[in-house]
């Protein structure tokens, strides 16, 4: 049986205490559910493992966020992506990053309406830029700037009503190449 690669993507674990989860506990949850490979990056909840292809991506993200719910006691939001579509979207990364930028994808839940897309490209300044690809907002932050930006998770979800978690591209590429050395 072929087997495919995948990350989960956790919203808002072992940020200022809340929802506090071991990566160990997680890991071993992830075990449970009959997933290969598993391997946990970082405390912020990305979680890289191997399935078998019948899985659809939508059913992984549904299961693993009961799971975490019946085991942890808590929802979390869990975004799904293939190892092959990450690649695509961090090769696809629109912005050159200057220096004291700092680069951001947003994954989300799902494809944003037209308008709200709009909306937020309309929001791209001296301090921060958007463009929404698909499922995916591509960010520059102006991390030296005089006035603080506006980007983070709940930002991001309200102006696209769409369920998401931003991840740096530091790690986004760290995971890539834990995937790749394989």
Do not use: C
């Not at 696809?92 to 944003?112: C, M, N, R, S, V």
């Amino acid at each position: 049986m072929d087997k495919k690669t995948y990350i989960a993507f956790l919203r808002g674990i072992n940020v200022g205490g809340h929802r506090p989860l071991k990566m160990e506990d997680l890991r071993q949850m992830f075990l449970l559910l009959g997933f290969k490979k598993v391997e946990t990056y970082i405390q912020s909840g990305n979680v890289l493992f191997d399935v078998s292809d019948s899985h659809q991506t939508d059913q992984l993200g549904h299961l693993i966020q009961e799971q975490i719910k019946e085991s942890f006691g808590y929802e979390v939001p869990v975004i799904i992506r293939s190892f092959s579509t990450l690649k695509k979207i961090r090769a696809d990364f629109p912005f050159d990053i200057k220096e004291d930028w700092k680069g951001y994808i947003t994954f989300l839940a799902q494809k944003p309406d037209d308008e709200s897309k709009d909306q937020l490209e309309s929001q791209s300044n001296d301090v921060e830029t958007f463009k929404v690809v698909g499922s995916e907002v591509y960010s520059i932050i102006n991390k030296k700037a005089d006035r603080k930006p506006q980007f983070s998770n709940r930002f991001m979800e309200k102006q696209l009503s769409v369920a998401g978690t931003n991840r740096n591209l530091r790690t986004i590429s760290k995971v890539l190449n834990l995937v790749s050395s394989e």
